[in-house]
């Protein structure tokens, strides 16, 4: 693809009050081709939880874009990521999605390797007649190029050239530390997970967890169900999203987005007994202060670009996307919950993630319908320009809000405004980031 083409894809003229994207960025399988390369394989990507892997020689499998990945602690307890791929002939060395091996052996010719990503035993190495440039080879799983966590999120890069993480993750680290405190011994992934498919183009997720706008349009069924159990109809009283306060003029509702394409949005809540952090909110008010804790009760979505997700509006939910193709996304969903939080608390949490979040819940399937009528609709080539990305556009502020200023956040910008405008600026930063890692691959 030539660079003019794809330096086009984006208009981002925001003095001209312009801001869209190209619908080939969604349906184009060359597009799709270099954004694995230059997007996926070339920067920062979520891996797991340190606390998934808590014994020596446990593993986790897991992907950067195309490219499988192993997690591992070796003997020592020490964690490594490496591309699981046996440097003989390429089979996987790991099949399972987690467990605890000393070694793991290559099912097709025998290459065995420690939980260190050293080569333990070549089979048949003595009578194999190997030339001597043979011995000089490097015969360890490749480790990636960068490995590191931040508080017990792991995270890794086929690149080299990629910041420090801290400098990736930048201002972002305020809202990720909200989520880790909740207690504190941090949050935990409660055992389970979800994993499904959606024939759509994976920056229709990034876009969905900061979009406030589909809300009442896309998910009718649901606000009807709180509507109806806020009248009493539910034997459950199950404490979900207040839709009337969602709506309140009195209701804050800002939005935040950061260098290297991460975004937030968030907003107040009438009622905080609705989160299940509220159980245990004053021993969290003397461990992180009074500002912070009632930060943590706001509802909060947060994406980290590209892959991975935390979104606090209902419960605790931490998605990681994995592009399939350019019109296959799939998506695995964990609810997160506080360490040694109380049995009421955490049955609580469960039962707004399996209300809203879930792959089966209210959300998620009315979600995932949007995503894939989008994809049939980009077939229609007819159309070249979204005119998705311009609420909010002579509202915006460049730079941290007083709500920033008083968490000392200095984000690239800003927006704050009642629950009817619903702003689309906060898109803006993932599609910025996604041109400069693609100019700066293909050039």
């Known amino acids: 693809m030539q660079f003019e083409r794809l330096a086009g894809l984006v208009k981002d003229r925001p003095e001209a009050g312009e801001f869209t994207v190209h619908r080939d960025i969604f349906r184009d399988p060359e597009v799709f081709e270099l954004e694995m390369r230059h997007v996926f394989e070339a920067t920062w990507i979520f891996l797991g939880f340190a606390s998934q892997l808590p014994r020596p020689h446990d593993f986790i499998n897991t992907w950067i874009g195309r490219t499988p990945v192993l997690v591992m602690r070796d003997g020592k307890g020490k964690l490594g990521g490496f591309v699981n791929s046996c440097r003989h002939r ?95 011994q941090g949050v935990e992934m409660i055992p389970g997970s979800s994993s499904y498919i959606f024939k759509g183009n994976w920056k229709l ?15 009718p069924s649901f606000m009807e169900i709180v509507g109806r159990r806020q009248k009493g109809e539910s034997a459950h009283g199950l404490a979900a999203i207040d839709f009337t306060a969602y709506k309140s003029p009195e209701t804050v509702r800002g939005s935040y987005t950061f260098e290297y394409g991460h975004a937030m949005v968030w907003g107040t809540v009438a009622d905080p007994r609705v989160r299940p952090l509220f159980m245990d909110i004053e021993n969290v008010k003397q461990r992180v202060g ?50 040694g939080e109380s049995a009421a608390a955490r049955e609580m949490r469960l039962r707004q993630f399996e209300d809203f979040f879930n792959s089966t819940g209210m959300a998620t399937p009315d979600d995932t319908m949007c995503y894939e009528d989008c994809q049939t609709g980009y077939g229609s080539r007819s159309i070249d320009w979204q005119q998705g990305y311009s609420r909010g556009m002579t509202a915006v502020l460049r730079g941290p809000d007083k709500y920033a200023d008083e968490l000392g956040v200095k984000p690239v910008t800003s927006t704050c405004s009642q629950f009817d405008m619903q702003d689309e600026t906060v898109f803006h930063a993932g599609y910025r980031e996604w041109l400069r890692l693609m100019r700066k691959g293909v050039a």
């Open 90 to 184: 390429g089979a996987l060395v790991a099949h399972t999605q987690a467990g605890n091996a000393k070694y793991h052996v290559c099912a097709y010719h025998g290459w065995a390797y420690g939980s260190d990503g050293r080569i333990v035993d070549i089979k048949d190495q003595k009578a194999a007649c190997y030339p001597p440039g043979f011995d000089k080879l490097d015969h360890g799983l490749q480790p990636l190029a960068r490995f590191a966590d931040y508080r017990g999120l792991l995270f890794g890069s086929l690149s080299a050239d990629v910041p420090s993480l801290d400098e990736h993750l930048g201002e972002t680290r305020t809202f990720l530390d909200m989520v880790l405190d909740q207690s504190p």
């Open 205 to 219: 997720q990034v876009e969905n967890c900061v979009d406030l706008y589909h809300l009442t349009s896309a998910h």
């Open 290 to 339: 009074e500002l912070k804790a009632r930060w943590m009760l706001n509802t909060r979505n947060l994406t980290i670009y590209p892959s991975m997700q935390f979104a606090e509006n209902a419960s605790l939910q931490l998605r990681v996307i994995r592009p399939l193709s350019v019109d296959r996304t799939e998506m695995t969903i964990y609810c997160l919950g506080a360490v």
